[in-house]
């Protein structure tokens, strides 16, 4: 690779616990992550990386959140888009999508997402409440983040199908067993979604589904290279999932690694996954 390369961080997060408590950092593996990240704290970090843009993602499920985020964004020259939240199931999922793109940073809304890992129907996805929801992210020219464990991912495959005209964008690859060695039947539900045209892929968090204390690129590298060889580079983006990363690697650390694991690529490729994926998919200024 030639010079430093353009990224565009396409996931990471921030939160302020005076203004929100985020309930799902419990125990003593979370623990580090119980203080405020901000965007302040993440700026120098991706500057001296080379990042030119993100996209900052919803943490909870909190209608007030996507409006702050939105805000946040509006006043940042580093922001690109938001990835936010509302109930999917809500009767006016249109007007409640319109509302939220009059709002200051409005016009940076790229997406939104729901915490499905979570949920315990494994095709809480194929509601018809649910459907309904996503039609609707759909008719507003927005794409769908995927946070799914392995075993949703049949869900989404069928998701996808039924809605062709919205763009699903699978956050983490899916959250692969990586601690375990386990590649299947993730890898074959993996190719099912990145077999429809409608479906995109985060090279994301598998620093902290590997063994946070104790991970190698060599432990990532059939992960990474199963999603490149499903999706390829013009359906692959790259996020830091900053600041969970944390938990297992610095941000400059999740970079390089990025950066060995597209060793392969050509240099438009590799340029596809770090900024221009990511550009195209989320309309991003």
């Known amino acids: 690779m030639t010079g430093n390369p353009r990224i565009v ?30 965007l302040a704290d993440l700026e120098p970090e991706a500057r001296a990386n080379g990042v030119r843009a993100t996209v900052l993602v919803q943490t909870v499920t909190v209608a007030e959140e996507t409006p702050e985020f939105l805000a946040l964004a509006d006043g940042s020259d580093l922001v690109a888009g938001v990835v936010g939240w509302t109930d999917l199931t809500a009767p006016d999922v249109a007007g409640t999508l319109a509302a939220l793109r009059e709002l200051p940073g ?16 494994p095709r809480w ?21 995927l946070v799914v464990q392995p075993h ?10 039924l809605l062709p005209a919205l763009t699903f964008v699978l956050d983490h690859a899916g959250k692969p067993r990586i601690a375990a060695g386990a590649t299947r ?66 941000y400059t650390e999740v970079v390089e690694t990025a950066l060995v694991l ?12 770090l900024a221009t994926t990511a550009e195209r998919v989320y309309g991003l200024r």
């Not at 996805?125 to 983040?145: E, K, P, S, T």
């Not at 204390?213 to 013009?234: C, M, Q």
Request: include cysteine; hydrophobic fraction near 45%.
């Open 9 to 38: 961080d396409a996931h990471h997060h921030v939160w302020d616990l005076s203004v929100r408590d985020q309930a799902w950092i419990t125990g003593e593996e979370l623990a580090p992550l119980r203080r405020d990240f901000t």
């Open 106 to 121: 409005g016009d940076r809304l790229v997406s939104l997402r729901h915490q499905v890992q979570g949920e315990p129907d």
């Open 125 to 145: 996805l194929l509601r018809a409440d649910v459907q309904r929801g996503l039609a609707a992210v759909a008719d507003a020219g927005l794409a769908y983040d």
């Open 152 to 161: 949703q991912l049949p869900a989404a495959v069928r998701a996808a199908e």
């Open 185 to 250: 039947p993730w890898a074959d539900d993996l190719r099912a979604l990145a077999a429809l045209p409608n479906t995109v892929c985060k090279l994301s968090g598998l620093i902290t589904e590997a063994d946070p204390h104790d991970w190698t690129v060599r432990d990532l590298r059939p992960y990474a290279d199963t999603v490149l060889e499903a999706f390829g580079p013009g359906r692959l983006m790259f996020g830091s999932d900053w600041p969970v990363c944390r938990l297992a690697a610095t």
């Open 262 to 273: 597209l060793d392969g690529l050509t240099e438009d490729e590799r340029e596809a996954v």
